[in-house]
């Protein structure tokens, strides 16, 4: 599975505007988004495919917490603009590639990857999920890797290796967010918690609910910390813990893909100003 979403972001703006199509306008996501899409394609062939993509409507995490993921900006009503038309324009190719793009409504892109992630490994069916965003670490489990580009290559995160670099366990890792926070997403940590504190408190207590039942064993001045900021604890647990029971189609035969319709996605390709 191909986090959709974060791939087209890393794209479009990592590539110049000065790259255009046939009717002139910018399509530097678009170009960019096909060309990484291919070279994984080509590094992992995989027999079924999944793209995944935050739909245009809020979370439904945003009714938990009106500020979540507020502060990204999303630029001038031109940019926005540019920006939607060309991820319509990624739809499209999509399509014509048989590469199914799941959207849910109120759920994003990480919810259905964790859905299917699900479905997949209990089918015993080998995945990799793609992606740059660590809040898939806790989807990663017996059969379930998570690659992270970097670069031309990137990281593959196992449970060792989220273990060894983390110091917690994949299912842990919403506990750990929970008590650190998240700034790109507004989500406030505890403060003087950091993700190391965060990291041993969990290896002694295993759990938030068993962390805080052990506050009176605490260091006074972080018992009175947890203390204070409970309630917003227990709420980024919510926040940051991937659903996966999403209405989406989880018969993994829906997403097996061999090959594309060569013809049509060439001209479609060729449309945009994009080589096939």
Not at 65 to 81: H, L
Not at 242 to 249: E, R
Request: hydrophobic share 45%; proline share 9%; net charge neutral.
């Amino acid at each position: 599975m191909v986090d959709g979403h974060h791939l087209f972001h890393r794209t479009y703006h990592a590539l110049p505007r000065s790259i255009v199509g046939t009717d002139g306008a910018p399509i530097q996501g678009v170009y960019g988004f096909v060309g990484a899409l291919l070279r994984l394609l080509r590094r992992f062939t995989p027999t079924h495919l999944a793209v995944p993509f935050d739909p245009p409507e809020p979370p439904f995490r945003r009714a938990l917490d009106p500020a979540y993921r507020t502060g990204r900006p999303r630029g001038t009503p031109e940019e926005v603009a540019n920006f939607d038309r060309q991820v319509a324009q990624v739809l499209q190719v999509l399509d014509h590639l048989a590469i199914a793009h799941p959207m849910v409504a109120g759920f994003e892109a990480d919810d259905v990857m964790g859905t299917l992630a699900t479905a997949a490994a209990t089918a015993r069916l080998p995945v990799t999920i793609v992606s740059g965003d660590r809040d898939l670490l806790q989807v990663v489990g017996p059969g379930v890797d998570l690659f992270m580009p970097k670069g031309q290559d990137g990281d593959v995160y196992t449970p060792a290796v989220v273990q060894e670099r983390w110091g917690v366990r994949p299912d842990q890792i919403p506990d750990l967010k929970a008590l650190v926070g998240d700034p790109s997403d507004l989500i406030p940590g505890v403060p003087g918690i950091g993700p190391k504190t965060a990291a041993a408190l969990l290896a002694r207590h295993e759990t938030l609910d068993a962390l805080y039942a052990s506050l009176p064993a605490l260091p006074t001045r972080q018992a009175d910390a947890l203390r204070a900021h409970r309630e917003r604890v227990f709420l980024n647990r919510r926040l940051v813990t991937i659903v996966t029971t999403v209405d989406v189609p989880t018969v993994l035969a829906a997403y097996r893909w061999a090959s594309a319709n060569t013809w049509t996605a060439g001209t479609l390709l060729a449309a945009l100003g994009l080589r096939g």
